[in-house]
Structures are given as C-alpha cells and as structure tokens.
C-alpha cells in the first residue's frame, strides 16, 4: 500500500467513523438529560452494540491496520495528521488485543448500566449497582491483561488517562500535597470565616437561577451560537466537533452556588473545545489534548476566575439585582468568602479547593486497590466510609452521599479520577504564565473574560490533541510541569483568606 493510498483510506475511515459517532454522541445527551423514555434502553443498546461493532470490523480490518502502519512510519509535513496516526496505530493496536465478544459485551453492559446507577444513587441501595459494578471492575483487570506490554496493571489504565502519568508519578504528586495541605487543612480548621450568612436561609428559585446562568454564559464569551445549556442529574461539557458544545448543570433550590460553579466549571471545559483550530475539525487533533488538560481548563475558570474576589466585585450586582430580597445587605466580599470557606465535606463536586484533592486521592487509592485485586465491589461501601473518616474526619451516612455519589465507574472508567487533580495543578502552573502577560486584577474585574479567552485560545487552546499534555505545558508556560505552582497558589490563597 502506497502512502498516498493509505492515507486515502484512513481519512474515509475517520469521515465514517465520526458520522457513526454522532450517533453515539446524541443517544448519550438524550439518556443523560432524561429524554429518552426508560422502557427506550433495551432496544437502543441493541442498536448501539451494532455501531460499536461495525466500528471495531473498521478499526481492525486488516486493510485498516495496514494503513495505519504506513502511515505511522512515514514522516510527513503534516506533523498533526502524523501524531493522529501515532495514536491511532497504538490505539488500534490495543483493541486487537481485546477479545471481540468481551469488547462488544462491556459496550453493551456499560448502556445498561447508567440507569441502573441512576436508581441506585436516588434510592441510595448500592446493592442495586454492586454486581454491575463488579463486572466494570473484572473487566478493567481483564483489560489491562489483555492490552498491557511496557505498563501493567493500574499504570495502564493512569497512562491512558493522562500521557505520561502512572503510579509511580501520581504517588510523589499526592505525597507532596499530602505534606503541604494537610498541615494547612488542620491549621484552618476549627477557624471559621466571618461574614454575613443570612442569604443561607432562603429557597433560590430554579428559573432564576438560569437567568443568572444566562448572564455568565455572556462573561464566560460562551458563544450562543455555537452552545446549548441543558439539565442532567451531574453536570458535564460534551461537543461534537467546536461549532457544537453543550454544557449540561443541576439546580438545587437551597443551594444558590452550586449551579454557579457548575456553570462556569463547564463553560471552562467548553471554551476549550469552541477554541480549537478550525484546521482541527473532524481530525483526531480536535477537541482537548487530555483529561487533566480538560480539567486544568475548567478549574482555572471555576476557581482561579470564577472564586477571585475582583471577579464577584465586578458580577455580584447582577446575582443580587435577580435575588433582590434574599441578598440583601450581602457584599460581593461576603460571597467570596462563602464560596472560599473550608469544610470537611462529604461531596467532591461541592468540596471547596484545599479539600479538593484529599477527596481525589482516597478515589486513587481505592482504585489502586481494585487493580490490585485487594479490593472487590462488594468492599466499596465500608473502605470509602473508612476513608474519608480517616483523612477528612467525617461519618458517611448513605451511599448516595458515599460511594454513589460520581457516576465515573458506571461509565466503566478507572484511571480517571487522578486526572482532576493534576488538572487543578496544570490551571496553576498556567494561571502564573498568564499573569505575566496580563493584568489578571483589570481583566476580572472586566465585563467578560475575552482578554482570557483571547490568550488561552493562542497559548493552547487553538493546538487542539495536536500534542501531548507536557509539549502544551511547555508551550503554554515556557516551562516543564511542576506542582509547586499549585501548592503555592492554595498555600497564599488560604493563609490570605484565613489570616494566618
Ligand atoms: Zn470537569
């Protein structure tokens, strides 16, 4: 097979490959945000193993593997198509190695498995979920058996997360915050913030609420034309291409910040994906680099932007001008302060930034465990209880507050919670070079974040997947990765906010 030929075949193979993903793409949005009717799952998984099927006969033709293989070792001009191919050729590599018949089985038990969770985390029974979960847990072993060489085991799963990363860099990462957080946490506690709470004791309307999601939508630069904003029960960011992003978020009536964050959390992720090089589209280029480089994008902007005194100094009229009578006598400094206040928490998604972590790495280790095989599904409950009484003080009362509480291993992931705080560390690192070149106090006290937006789009946004996790570091920071950017950022924020 000539290059050129090659090269014909496997762009007509990614053409079909996308237009079958689109089916992929909206049968998820449709399950996700409760429009597909329940009895609608049994016949969809039917049809969705099919697509799976015919994209696997695709991946792993021989013909498909043959130009994969040309391609892969051919230098080209085109340095984007030659990393895709890379990738490609690696990823098709490893899917040879699966079993088809366990490939297609996992695909079809992971469409069983979302509503089952849905039940089992509103009625808080983890019995419900427990043998689905046991199976997502066999497999993962399988798998990392199956396609494991140089890696083994969890380091497979780490790797396929986040490039580069695996247990022996996750546990000198976590042992540094480990040493320098959990001393601050112990400082901080028992301290508590003074400010004006009165705002706790009011029910916060769900449509006015979305107004205010609205407006942000407007500061964020979150392009209407090209976004949609819907409900599901865990908000979340999903695109097909970057002229089609939709950010999904949960409206609680007492709690008047958490649709907020959730809001500019996802919009973080989203600019990311509406940045991409319009050259991208439809390449294996578009979309976000990695899962940490995702999370690094959406943590910026919910907390390097989005928890900064000058930015609710500049929005904060506006939340009150919706709530006139629940906020008032309450000033932008009261908000911030709330919204910065440390707790021993129970939820991730609602944990404040120095906890933040702690939460991840007890996730890291029970996963650890899992692959090691020390830990089975049915152990979940009482290590999770056990855990977070060890290291952030707190009694679980149920499952849907515990264990049930991410929807990450009903989606059949291991490997992915990591990603979330070494994203946290990336967005600190990158937030230090992006105040050189700007005046971060001026631009967040702006009416939007354009000028943001603006460098985030030329210093990485705009390369896409075109590279991996570390070059973009480089290029973005003009340095190699280092976590003490982030260790410093939370150390001056807290002992600034606490006084101590
Ligand atoms: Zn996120």
């Known amino acids: 097979m000539t290059y050129e030929e090659a090269k014909k075949q496997y762009l007509d193979r990614r053409e079909k490959t996308n237009a079958i993903g689109l089916g992929f793409y909206l049968n998820s949005l449709d399950v996700e945000t409760g429009v597909a009717p329940s009895q609608s799952f049994a016949y969809r998984s039917k049809q969705l193993e099919v697509l799976s099927g015919i994209i696997y006969d695709m991946t792993t033709s021989p013909e498909a593997m043959e130009s994969i293989r040309v391609l892969a070792e051919n230098e080209t001009e085109d340095q984007a198509l030659l990393h895709e191919v890379r990738l490609a050729a690696e990823q098709a590599e490893k899917l040879a190695k699966i079993p088809k018949e366990e490939y297609l089985a996992f695909n079809a038990l992971l469409n069983e498995v979302y509503p089952v969770y849905v039940t089992a985390k509103q009625t808080s029974d983890f019995?419900?979920?427990?043998?689905?979960?046991?199976?997502?847990?066999?497999y993962n072993r399988k798998y990392v058996n199956w396609v494991?060489?140089?890696k083994q085991g969890y380091d497979v799963l780490l790797d396929e997360f986040e490039r580069d990363y695996g247990q022996k860099e996750y546990d000198e990462f976590f042992a540094l915050l480990k040493e320098a957080i959990v001393p601050l946490v112990k400082e901080i506690s028992g301290k508590k913030l003074q400010f004006n709470d009165s705002f706790l004791q009011y029910e916060y309307d769900k449509e006015r609420q979305l107004e205010f999601c609205e407006y942000l939508r407007e500061v964020c630069c979150f392009d209407r034309e090209r976004t949609v904003m819907l409900e599901s029960e865990h908000p979340f960011t999903t695109n097909n291409g970057s002229h089609d992003v939709r950010i999904t978020n949960h409206f609680y009536t007492d709690n008047l910040s958490s649709s907020i964050f959730s809001a500019i959390h996802e919009m973080g992720h989203g600019l990311y994906e509406l940045q991409v090089a319009d050259e991208f589209e439809g390449t294996g280029s578009g979309g976000g680099a990695s899962l940490a480089m995702h999370e690094s994008q959406s943590r910026?902007?919910?907390n390097m932007i989005g928890r900064s005194l000058p930015f609710w100094k500049a929005h904060f009229p506006k939340l009150q001008s919706i709530f006139p009578k629940e906020l008032e006598g309450v000033t932008a400094e009261d908000f911030y302060k709330y919204v910065n206040r440390v707790e021993e928490s129970l939820i991730r998604t609602e944990a404040d930034e120095l906890t933040y972590s702690i939460h991840v790495l007890i996730r890291y280790e029970i996963e650890r465990a899992v692959m090691e095989g020390k830990v089975e599904a049915k152990d979940i409950p009482a290590l999770w209880n056990r855990k977070y009484k060890e290291y952030l003080n707190?009694?679980?009362p149920c499952d849907k507050e515990g264990c049930l509480q991410d929807s990450h291993w009903s989606g059949g992931s291991l490997g992915y919670f990591p990603t979330y705080s070494l994203g946290s560390a990336y967005a600190a690192q990158i937030y230090r070079?992006?105040?050189r070149d700007l005046d971060m106090d001026t631009v967040l006290g702006g009416e939007n974040l354009r000028p943001l937006?603006?460098?985030l789009k030329e210093h990485l946004h705009r390369y896409g997947a075109s590279k991996f996790?570390?070059?973009?570091?480089?290029?973005?920071t003009g340095e190699e990765f280092s976590p003490r950017y982030y260790v410093e950022y939370l150390t001056e924020k807290y002992r600034t906010l606490y006084g101590i």
Not at 469 to 476: N, S, V
């Open 394 to 396: 707190v009694d679980v």
């Open 453 to 455: 937006a603006d460098w």
């Open 433 to 435: 070079a992006m105040e």
């Open 127 to 138: 019995s419900l979920f427990e043998p689905y979960l046991q199976k997502i847990f066999d």
């Open 469 to 476: 996790p570390k070059e973009l570091i480089r290029i973005a």
């Open 148 to 150: 494991g060489g140089e």
């Open 300 to 302: 910026l902007m919910e």
